[in-house]
């Protein structure tokens, strides 16, 4: 299992966060590690490689009910 | 700060979940990626007619830099081959946008795309103008396949879509071919029955609507919807509503231009397009019969993406101290340059900032205004022309008026000015508290 922290900037990331809090599907599994009014950092547990792993993050946000709204960035963090 | 708290409040409440309705909602989202596919089809003609009046025509602005009629004096010749892109492209846009918004609309149904699409093209020539018989010859007119025929294009293909994928839903319409059969066959007998209701139950609306108002479906639309949204889209006034409306969604995190594009197509698609039609016709911008458009927007209020911020980065060289904002400008510049702003947006970051939200909106407002009135007043023609988005920001209203040096010196006016105008917000923005934004030295779970 791999262990990533990914950035999310946004501005409303009181909806990234209840998104991503306790997030589990086939994928992926995240927790909120650290958070400020526009920053988010998720711990991701997660057979995918790093790329996919990031890609898929932001897909599934994007197609949420109110991630497809939003304007974000995502990045993977270096430990 | 009050104020601003509030506002954050309202817009975590209020805005976000209508622009995800927005967003989400099916009908919007099919109009709106319909055009965002289409997109580089007319974009191919646009540029076909930039390279045909630009370099191939002898008085082209790109031909007198360097000399190309003197280098191929036959070169005007060449515009007849390249002129019929447009007959494949924007003078034909109508039926693209029917094909794709059906096949949208079943995508999100979750019915056959393609067939939904086939069928949406085959209503909207069931419902067009008959053929009109010339020395033995049938003719159809163009007049409603391009720019005109446009709302006639979004209705049918929504229509089409819902009916198309409800019916083919019916186990009671569908055919089921045996296993042994080729999979293209036994896909398109599936949906059979319902193609077939669906282009004779068009067929008698159009007959039905054809004797109540002669001019047919086409006129009628075109003159009851069609013409007073464009009315509506091609001034000034819907033009900075529509900018700052997109910019404070941007600025409290919402994605603005995706936001309001069904919107902002539908009001501004046709005017567009007869823009680049009278380009082609007459081999120039001046006198383009819709001075107003978005295209305004892009050329003269989107230097460095939304907000115009190559005019904040300009002034964090000039007049920040602090390194962090530094630091952020020289990151920022070179995507900047080419219209991506997201480390800039996020970096200082503008977004949720309570003192540089005020400058996002009204710099893009002023310098739309700006170019407005240089058009109007005749000092340069109408962006006839479409351009990439990622376009350096003075260049697409050079390219975008077809070569004129006084839109180009006009954007680095309006780049000059929305400088000026973030100058005093970047002073006060330094001097802010930097924990406004609830940065945190420890690593442990704290809400903001």
């Not at chain 1, 526009?38 to 711990?43: C, M, S």
């Not at chain 2, 060449?78 to 002129?83: A, D, T, W």
């Not at chain 2, 927007?297 to 530094?326: C, H, P, W």
């Not at chain 2, 180009?408 to 917000?425: E, H, M, R």
Request: include cysteine; charged fraction near 10%.
């Amino acid at each position: 299992m791999n262990h990533y922290t990914i950035q999310f900037l946004c501005g409303q990331i009181n909806y990234v966060r209840a998104f991503f809090e306790n997030y589990q599907d086939d994928y992926i599994s995240t927790r909120i590690k650290a958070i400020n009014k526009i920053k988010a950092n998720l711990i991701v547990d997660t057979t995918l490689s790093p790329d996919l792993a990031l890609c898929y993050v932001e897909k599934v946000f994007q197609q949420s009910k109110y991630g497809c709204a939003l304007h974000f960035n995502v990045s993977m963090k270096s430990d | 700060m009050g104020f601003m708290a509030a506002f954050e409040k309202f817009a975590e409440k209020t805005l976000v979940p209508v622009a995800a309705k927005l967003n989400s909602q099916r009908h919007i989202v099919a109009i709106r990626d319909a055009f965002i596919l289409s997109f580089p089809i007319t974009l191919a003609g646009s540029l076909i007619v930039l390279l045909n009046f630009a370099v191939l025509a002898p008085d082209g602005f790109i031909a007198k830099i360097l000399f190309l009629h003197k280098l191929f004096p036959n070169l005007a010749d060449l515009q007849s081959v390249f002129s019929p892109v447009l007959n494949g492209s924007v003078n034909i846009l109508s039926m693209f946008i029917v094909f794709l918004v059906a096949r949208n609309m079943a995508i999100s149904l979750k019915a056959d795309e393609l067939l939904s699409g086939l069928t949406g093209l085959s209503v909207f020539f069931i419902i067009y103008p008959p053929y009109t018989n010339v020395d033995g010859a049938n003719f159809l007119t163009t007049q409603w396949v391009g720019a005109q025929g446009l709302f006639v294009a979004l209705i049918v293909g929504l229509l089409v879509g819902e009916l198309f994928s409800k019916l083919s839903k019916s186990k009671r319409l569908q055919i089921n071919m045996p296993d042994s059969v080729p999979p293209a066959v036994s896909r398109s007998f599936k949906v059979l029955f319902p193609i077939i209701i669906i282009t004779v139950l068009f067929a008698i609306v159009n007959a039905l609507i054809n004797a109540i108002y002669p001019d047919g479906l086409h006129g009628f639309i075109y003159a009851a919807i069609q013409t007073p949204l464009k009315s509506l889209g091609t001034n000034i006034v819907s033009l900075v509503i529509l900018a700052i409306v997109s910019n404070l969604l941007w600025v409290f995190g919402i994605h603005g231009p995706n936001t309001i594009a069904a919107i902002r197509e539908a009001m501004f698609a046709e005017a567009n397009l007869e823009n680049l039609n009278f380009v082609a016709e007459h081999g120039t911008a001046w006198g383009a019969p819709y001075p107003v458009t978005w295209a305004i927007n892009d050329a003269f209020a989107n230097y460095g993406g939304s907000g115009m911020t190559l005019g904040l980065l300009i002034a964090i060289f000039i007049v920040a101290k602090r390194q962090d904002y530094r630091d952020i400008g020289k990151l920022s510049i070179a995507p900047g340059i080419f219209n991506i702003n997201e480390p800039v947006i996020f970096g200082l970051p503008v977004v949720l900032n309570p003192i540089l939200i005020v400058p996002f909106i009204l710099v893009p407002a002023i310098n739309i205004i700006i170019g407005y009135v240089a058009i109007v007043s005749g000092l340069i023609p109408p962006i006839a022309y479409s351009v990439p988005w990622t376009t350096p920001g003075p260049l697409i209203a050079f390219l975008g008026t077809g070569g004129n040096y006084i839109a180009l010196l006009l954007g680095f006016v309006c780049l000059a000015v929305s400088t000026l105008v973030y100058l005093p917000f970047v002073i006060a923005a330094n001097k802010a508290n930097a924990v406004a934004y609830g940065e945190q030295k420890s690593d442990s779970d704290v809400s903001a």
